[in-house]
């Protein structure tokens, strides 16, 4: 599909315009002739989405805090009575971000050619996920909208403080890997050729330690542009791969197995299946549809393959405690509650518990996260000292020696 800017009149006789997502601009004229608008221009451009995240360097995008904060501006607003073009026309007019100024524009035109929230919410793919798009059409279906946007501004609040804790607890190892990194550079570019120019000076056998470190940078400055080439290739092999329904499916399924992070990974992935079934349950989404949509809010590859298992034995007419304990991804605690919420019809209720239980876990392992990994960094970085004392001293001592025995 293509994205199409039109412009024409309403029944009104009033110039309006805007972008709509289709295949055809013959599409786009059939559903602008449906809604009662008589088109004048129609011409493909780049999609709203590509305009918001392909942008140029430097320039703005929608942040997570920023659509918490729409979602609590819209909340009051709906709450007050305000109609929605006009609070949506409102947040244009007063939100500082450009991108969401932009979406928010194309929001208003959509709901003043008559097409309703959720509607115009679908054209956004990559601002509004599936799970916030499918709250807000019950809330609009229900007369329920404000307590809808309530609902999303908790949920992407919850998911803003685990992406914030996830950020700082591996700030402090990716600085220090990063420093080994540079370190290994420097020492391989500068600091082993030229002690290497010494060492051969004095015609002397090397230790085995010191061979290698001189095989390995002179390797490196003769290959280095190979190698730089061969690592690029190798990250855009990896990025296109991962892009694949395949590589996708594999990569997510990899995170979860990772040492040290991968048991953090799959709990707040729990935490996340958890809060959002336990949403969809409150709201009075059909299991099946809410299963769907929690399948796409998980943003894993692996467990919405599970997760859409459980659907199509849902739709077999499995009960919901069965069809996860089949899935083979969650622990007896999350299997217990889930059995115990349908038996007494409570699921929203016990699986809100659930969430905020592997939220306190998430926390706690974020928090130990650092002291987890410090050994670790500790040994490489020892490692790494031993060798070049090793490859860099023992020569210097070895003909320290030599020379005290023919002093002496």
Sequence with gaps: MGAYRYRGRNPRGEAVSGIVEAASSETVANQLFNLGITPIDIHAVASAVESVWRRPLGAQRIELKELILFCRQMHTLAKSGVPILQAMRGLRDSTSNQALAAVLGQLSEALDAG???????????????????????IGEASGTLDASFLQLAGYLEREQETRDRISAASRYPLFVVVAIVAAVFVINIFVIPAFAR?????????????????AVSHFTLAYWYDLAALLVLAVAGVRAYVRTPEGRYRWHRLRLRLPVVGPIFYRALLGRFARALAITSRTGVPLVQGLTVISRAVDNEYV???????????????????????????????LQMI??????????????????????????????????????????????????????????????????????
Excluded at 304 to 316: F, K, N, S, W, Y
Excluded at 318 to 332: N, Y
Excluded at 362 to 378: F, G, H, M, Q, R
């Design 304 to 334: 919405a393959a599970r997760v859409l298992q459980m659907r199509d034995g849902i739709e077999r007419g499995e009960t919901l405690a069965r069809t996860a304990q089949v899935a083979g991804l969650f622990p007896p605690l999350v």
């Design 115 to 137: 097409l309703d929230l959720t509607t115009a919410l679908k054209r956004h793919p990559r601002v509004f996920s599936t799970l916030f798009v499918s709250l807000v059409q």
């Design 198 to 214: 010494i060492y051969a000076s004095f015609h002397a056998p090397l230790p085995w330690a010191t061979r290698l470190l001189i």
């Design 339 to 408: 059995a115990v919420g349908e038996e007494s019809g409570a699921v929203d209720s016990l699986m809100n518990d659930v969430a905020e239980y592997y939220e306190r876990e998430v926390d706690y392992d974020l928090k130990n996260l650092s002291a987890t990994i410090e050994p670790l960094l500790i040994v490489a970085i020892g490692g790494l000292v031993l060798i070049l004392a090793l490859g860099v001293f023992l020569p210097m001592w070895d003909l320290a020696r030599a020379a005290m025995h023919q002093g002496g």
